[in-house]
């Protein structure tokens, strides 16, 4: 019998044998993350506990159990010193408005008013309204406590003559008649010496150029126009509602002479003085003062004419 040939077995098919990884301590630090799975979890599945923890609860305030998160407050109600800052601003522009336009109605009212007595005596004038609010006045169109007084230069043709005026109750109510109604109205006129002396000596022919001076007498209500020729004394008096310089007594040249020589040019003057008046005007009171001639005009219940009746109230 033939004993086959013996052969090696055939050498380990496969990688080289490795040599053991080295000991030590294992790895620190977490594990690789990886992307998280997608989909449900498979049934039967249940969250490892770290994953089941609730997340933190504010804390209980003092006083009361903890309260919702609430959104941030906004605009005026979150800032309460930015409201009360618009309220302001907003209450000053409106005080700002008011008084801006008291101020100009009031100079407008004055001007308007101003104009017309500067127009009537023919001398400049101011006018003033009482503390009421004027706005108020002219809203309701219903006027108090109206001054006005002029420069003390001249009453028409008076030299130095001044004028102070106190008018009430004006209703502004523009018709085809008048402009309104006045309920009152006072005027204080002051008549100066040296003014009557100015005023003389342009209206009395030949002897008022040479009247040098005029000398009140309260105690006799009379005045003394005086010069190097003579002198004349005059009587000032209401007459008729209007102012009337009456003349009492003439000398000139160591004689008397007629009072008709000087009382023509004193009623000339007086008539141009006191004629037209508006609004029934009239003089109620005059007296002779230190100073010179004190007389009281007055009207009560008076219509005020509109600018077609009397160019100087134009304007009303």
Same mark, same amino acid.
């Given at each position: 019998?033939? =004993?086959?040939?013996?052969?090696?077995?055939? /050498?380990? +098919?496969?990688?080289?044998?490795? &040599?053991?990884?080295? +000991?030590?301590?294992?790895?620190?630090?977490?594990?690789?993350?990886? /992307?998280?799975?997608?989909? /449900?979890?498979?049934?039967?599945?249940?969250?490892?506990?770290?994953?089941?923890?609730?997340?933190?609860?504010?804390?209980?305030?003092?006083?009361?159990?903890?309260?919702?998160?609430?959104?941030?407050?906004?605009?005026?109600?979150?800032?309460?010193?930015?409201?009360?800052?618009?309220?302001?601003?907003?209450?000053?522009?409106? =005080?700002?408005?008011?008084?801006?336009?008291?101020?100009?109605?009031?100079?407008?009212?004055?001007?308007? !008013?101003? $104009?017309?007595?500067?127009?009537?005596?023919?001398?400049?004038?101011?006018?003033?309204?009482?503390?009421?609010?004027?706005?108020?006045?002219?809203?309701?169109? #219903?006027?108090? &406590?109206? #001054?006005?007084?002029?420069?003390?230069?001249?009453?028409?043709?008076?030299?130095?003559? $001044?004028? $102070?005026?106190?008018? &009430?109750? !004006?209703?502004?109510?523009?018709?085809?008649? #008048?402009?309104?109604? *006045?309920?009152? *109205?006072?005027?204080?006129?002051?008549?100066?010496?040296?003014?009557?002396?100015?005023?003389? +000596?342009?209206? =009395?022919? !030949? *002897?008022?150029?040479?009247?040098?001076?005029?000398?009140?007498?309260?105690?006799?209500?009379?005045?003394?126009?005086?010069?190097?020729?003579?002198?004349?004394? =005059?009587?000032?008096?209401?007459?008729?509602?209007?102012?009337?310089? +009456?003349? !009492? $007594?003439?000398?000139?040249?160591?004689?008397?002479?007629?009072r008709e020589t000087v009382q023509p040019a004193l009623d000339a003057f007086t008539s141009t003085l006191t004629a037209n008046l508006p609004m029934g005007i009239h003089a109620d009171s005059v007296s002779v003062t230190d100073t010179g001639v004190s007389a009281k005009f007055i009207t009560r219940d008076a219509t005020i004419p509109n600018g077609a009746q009397d160019p100087c109230f134009a304007g009303i």
């Amino acid at each position: 019998m033939t =004993i086959p040939p013996q052969f090696p077995p055939p /050498p380990p +098919q496969g990688p080289p044998p490795q &040599d053991p990884p080295p +000991q030590g301590p294992p790895p620190q630090g977490p594990p690789p993350q990886g /992307p998280p799975p997608q989909g /449900p979890p498979p049934h039967g599945y249940h969250a490892p506990p770290t994953a089941q923890i609730p997340p933190p609860q504010p804390a209980a305030t003092a006083g009361g159990p903890p309260q919702p998160d609430e959104a941030p407050r906004r605009g005026l109600r979150a800032d309460p010193v930015s409201a009360l800052l618009v309220v302001v601003i907003v209450v000053a522009v409106g =005080i700002a408005a008011l008084l801006g336009g008291e101020i100009y109605a009031r100079h407008r009212a004055d001007t308007i !008013v101003a $104009k017309a007595v500067s127009c009537v005596v023919e001398d400049g004038a101011t006018a003033s309204f009482g503390p009421r609010p004027f706005l108020l006045q002219h809203f309701t169109h #219903s006027y108090r &406590d109206m #001054s006005v007084e002029t420069a003390g230069n001249r009453i028409r043709e008076a030299k130095g003559m $001044k004028l $102070k005026l106190l008018l &009430d109750d !004006v209703r502004i109510n523009p018709t085809a008649e #008048s402009a309104g109604t *006045l309920g009152s *109205l006072d005027a204080d006129v002051t008549w100066s010496a040296q003014g009557i002396k100015d005023t003389v +000596q342009g209206i =009395i022919p !030949v *002897l008022g150029n040479l009247v040098s001076g005029v000398t009140p007498d309260p105690s006799t209500g009379t005045l003394e126009l005086e010069g190097p020729l003579g002198t004349v004394t =005059i009587l000032p008096q209401v007459a008729d509602g209007g102012l009337s310089l +009456q003349v !009492v $007594k003439v000398t000139g040249l160591g004689f008397t002479l007629p009072r008709e020589t000087v009382q023509p040019a004193l009623d000339a003057f007086t008539s141009t003085l006191t004629a037209n008046l508006p609004m029934g005007i009239h003089a109620d009171s005059v007296s002779v003062t230190d100073t010179g001639v004190s007389a009281k005009f007055i009207t009560r219940d008076a219509t005020i004419p509109n600018g077609a009746q009397d160019p100087c109230f134009a304007g009303i």
